[in-house]
C-alpha cells in the first residue's frame, strides 16, 4: 500500500529576549527556523537593538542557522518572527531498526555517549529494561512510554549541568531533560538518536522552547516527545544535534541579565494566516 502524501501545517512563531548587559559581551543565537526539508519559510522578521552589528551563518550539515555580535553595556533586545510551514509525513508502524553495520557515516556519531547523554553509563540499564523487546519502532515507543510514566515533568527541578543520569535516579526534569533521556536510552540499545528543539504549541502556556528528540528507523529519522505535551511532528525546528551543547536558543560570553523571555506560537488565526495560504494556493497553482 503506497505512504499516504504528507500533510501541511502552518505555525507562526515568535520570540521576544530582553537583556541588560552589565559589560561588553558576545550573542549567539539558535532562534531563526531551520532550514531543511520539509519546512517551508514563508516569511520572517528578526530584529535586534540599534547599534549592534549582526552576523548570520548557517551549518550546512543541520541547518541550524545561528546569529552573534559584540553588545555594548545597557539594555538589548531581540525579536523573531517566522511563518512556517511543515510537511508532515505518516509514521509507518513497521520501521526496524537499523544494524550498526549499515549505518550511513553522517548517522554513526548520534550513537556515541555525550556530555548529556551518558550511554555508556546507562547501558547495563536500558539493556534490562528494553532489551528483550522486538527491535524496530515499537521498542522505541516502549522507551519513550516509560520516560512518560516514570519521570516526573517538574519545572525547576534540574539545571544546565543536569544529565540523563542524574533524571533516570532523581526521576523528575523539564522538557530537555526528557529528551536527553529518550536519546540516551535509544544509543544504548545501538539505535542512533539525537535531540530536536524549536516552537510547538502546547495546551498548558507558557509557551516555550520545546526540546523533543529523534531516533534513526527505517533509513530515516522519527520523532518522539517523552512529555506528550505537542504532537512532535508539529514542532518548528531551530536545531538539531548531539545533546543540548548542540542547540541552546542561546549561548552568551560576558556579565549579561535576562530580563524577558517571551515565546509565541500559533497554529492559526492570525491575519498573516490569509497570506500564507494565498502563498500555498499559488505554490500549488
Known amino acids: ?140 515507543r516502549a522507551v519513550t512510554q516509560w520516560i512518560h510514566d516514570a519521570i516526573t515533568y517538574l519545572p525547576g527541578s534540574t539545571v544546565s549541568t543536569t544529565t540523563a543520569q542524574d533524571v533516570f535516579v532523581q526521576r523528575a526534569g523539564v522538557c530537555r531533560d526528557f529528551a536527553h533521556l529518550g536519546i540516551t536510552l535509544c544509543r544504548a540499545l545501538n539505535i542512533p538518536a539525537r535531540l530536536v528543539v524549536g516552537y510547538v504549541w502546547f495546551d498548558e502556556p507558557p509557551q516555550d522552547f520545546h526540546a523533543i528528540f529523534e531516533a534513526w528507523l527505517g533509513g530515516r529519522w522519527v520523532l518522539f516527545d517523552a512529555t506528550g505535551m505537542a504532537p512532535p511532528e508539529k514542532l518548528v525546528r531551530t536545531g538539531t544535534g548531539r545533546d543540548a551543547k548542540d542547540v541552546a536558543f542561546s549561548t552568551l560570553f560576558g556579565a549579561v541579565q535576562m530580563t524577558r523571555k517571551e515565546v509565541r506560537v500559533d497554529e492559526g488565526g492570525r491575519d498573516m494566516q490569509l497570506r500564507i495560504e494565498a502563498e500555498l494556493a499559488a505554490e500549488d497553482a
Open 1 to 140: 500500500m503506497p505512504m499516504a502524501a504528507p500533510k501541511k501545517h502552518r505555525s507562526t512563531v515568535e520570540t521576544a529576549l530582553e537583556y541588560q548587559v552589565l559589560a561588553p559581551a558576545h550573542f549567539c543565537f539558535n532562534i531563526e527556523a531551520a532550514l531543511r526539508p520539509g519546512q517551508a519559510l514563508l516569511g520572517e522578521r528578526l530584529a535586534v537593538s540599534s547599534g549592534v552589528s549582526v552576523r548570520s551563518f548557517t551549518d550546512p550539515s543541520s541547518g541550524n542557522r545561528f546569529i552573534r555580535f559584540d553588545a555594548p553595556v545597557g539594555p538589548l533586545m531581540v525579536n523573531y518572527q517566522a511563518d512556517v510551514v511543515l510537511d508532515v509525513e505518516p509514521v509507518p508502524d513497521d520501521l526496524a531498526e537499523v544494524p550498526v553495520g549499515q549505518l550511513p557515516d553522517e548517522v554513526l556519531h548520534y550513537l556515541m555517549p555525550t556530555r548529556y547523554c551518558e550511554s555508556d553509563v546507562l547501558a547495563r540499564a536500558a539493556q534490562q529494561m528494553f532489551g528483550d523487546l522486538p527491535p524496530g519502532i515499537g521498542r522505541v
